[in-house]
Each structure stands twice: as structure tokens, then as C-alpha cells.
């Protein structure tokens, strides 16, 4: 994402009364250099909170963690959250975790946050689960977590989530989640009725769900987009919204697609699966493409 292009959706939805900004990514830190300027567009039009969630890669001694945070907090950062679980230790080593952590309560933050992902449940008993659960053990044992706010959270099957860790986990008919409505605590919006946050890529899609598409704020002004958005108007959302899952995936049936007969571990499984097929028919509302292809 451009700074200009930041700048000018910060500035666009500044008249909605924005209570926050939530960079995240992928790994934000990786375009280091923009982040003070997305930070400083958000404090010029007074958001209360500017929330950076990483994982910690850049954190390699406790002085460079350091370094970087206090420049975000400088520039108007407030809060700082830190994946830390399985999925990410695999890349990010804990010791990196622990740097972050010192750094963040040295320079001092409104909260500091570690969200740690776990498979099913929290009690469900598999490796991936197992290393999250003694990494946060070991990190409160420690006392990294003094004033950190350490949230478990269940991960969400859509991407490639869904395709690289359904395997792992039992699954239901499609009879069986015939019920199935969305899960509200993976959306950033109270219902896709009621718009309560959006998120932006690079390419400028405003998304509800991730790959779930209601504009492109580089064609039109995210404050059209978010003044004319009505759910019922949106193919995919309208479904969703007044049926759920079971009955978009009837209409991916409809045009051409075969489940995979191993059933969904839950109503987003199935929701993913059906919009991935979905997305070569509504290229404009099920982006952006990478959230479904690599
Ligand atoms: S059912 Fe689909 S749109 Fe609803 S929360 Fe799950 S993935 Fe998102």
C-alpha cells in the first residue's frame, strides 16, 4: 500500500467517526518505513487508538526491539499486539517473542496484547495446540506477560487455514451444519447487515471477511463505497447474512462444484469452500484473489 493511498482512506473515513486503526497484515513490519506515516495519518485526524499487531520477527535482542518500538510510539502508536503460537513460532523464534515483550513494556504502550491461535478448541489435543499452550505457559512462568492482555483465540478456517489445517481436524455433513450462521467472533462487523469495521489491502479491497469484497477504495471513494453499501445489494453477503454458509454452498452445487465428500469442520469451512469455487463468478465481490489462490 502507498502512503498517498493510506492517507487518503484515513482521510475518507475520518467523517464516520473512526474509533480505531488496526494495521495489520501479513506482517506490517515488513514495509517498516510506512508505518510511522500511517501512524501520523491516523493521529491527524484524532483516532483514538492506532493498534500494530506483529510477530515479532524484527525483535532479534531486546535494543533493536527497542529501537523500533519506541519510533512506532513516537509516532502515535498505542497499542501493540503479538501473535505468538505455534504457526508463528515456526518462523519467529520465542526469544524474539521475549525481546518484543521487554521492549514493549519499556517503552510503554496503552495495552500490549499476545493472541495465541489454537486448532478446534482450546482443550483440543494436538501438536500445534499443545506447542501454543506451553509457549504461553512458559512466557507467563517467566513473567513476560506482567501487563500483557493474553487472549486464546480459536483460528478461523478460511484461506490457507482452511486448506493446509482441515485435515487435521474432525469434520461434519454438510447436513450437519445446515444451521450454520457466521461467527461473530471472526468478523470485524457486528453482522454484515451492521458494518462496524472494514479492512483495506494494498489493492485498495474493502473487505468485511477476509475475500469477502464490498468495494475498491482506489476506484471509489471509501466513503461512497461505505454510504451506499447495503448487504442485500451484495450476492455473496445476502446469503450469508439472511441463511448462511449452507446455502451458498448449495448454490456453488448449483453451478458446477463438487464438495470434497470428507464434510466441513465448521459453517466457515464450508463458507470458504464454496466461495473459493464461487470466485471465478463474482470477481468483483469475492476478492482479493490471493485469499483464496496463492
Ligand atoms: S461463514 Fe464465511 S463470511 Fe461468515 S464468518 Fe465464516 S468465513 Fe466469514
Known sequence: MS?????????????????????????????????????RAAKKVV???????????????????????????????NIIGLSIDAFHQGHTPLDYVKSALTAAARVGFKRIGASGQFLSSLDFNISFNRVTENNLKLLEEEGYFGSVQVKREILRLSGRAADLLSPYLPTRSEEELKGAKCDVR?????????????EIDWEGNVTTCPGICIGNAKETSLSKILDEFDYRQHPILRI?????????????????????????????HMCFDARKYLMK???RQLRPVTCYIE
Open 186 to 198: 471472526w468478523l470485524p462487523v457486528e453482522s454484515h447487515g451492521k458494518l462496524r469495521a472494514v
Open 3 to 39: 502512503l498517498e493511498d493510506a492517507e487518503k482512506y484515513i482521510g475518507e473515513a475520518a467523517r464516520f467517526g473512526i474509533e480505531w486503526v488496526w494495521v495489520g497484515g501479513g506482517e506490517p513490519f515488513l514495509c517498516r518505513n510506512l508505518l510511522p506515516g500511517i501512524v
Open 47 to 77: 483516532v483514538p487508538d492506532i493498534h500494530v499487531a506483529t510477530n515479532g520477527y524484527w525483535a532479534e535482542t531486546p535494543s533493536m526491539a527497542i529501537r523500533e518500538l519506541r519510533l512506532l510510539k513516537d509516532a502515535g502508536v
Open 281 to 283: 463468478f463474482y470477481p
Open 240 to 268: 450469508l447474512e439472511d441463511h448462511g454458509p449452507h446455502l451458498l454452498l448449495q448454490l456453488a452445487k448449483r453451478k458446477g462444484h463438487t464438495p470434497v465428500g470428507t464434510g466441513y469442520v465448521d459453517g466457515c
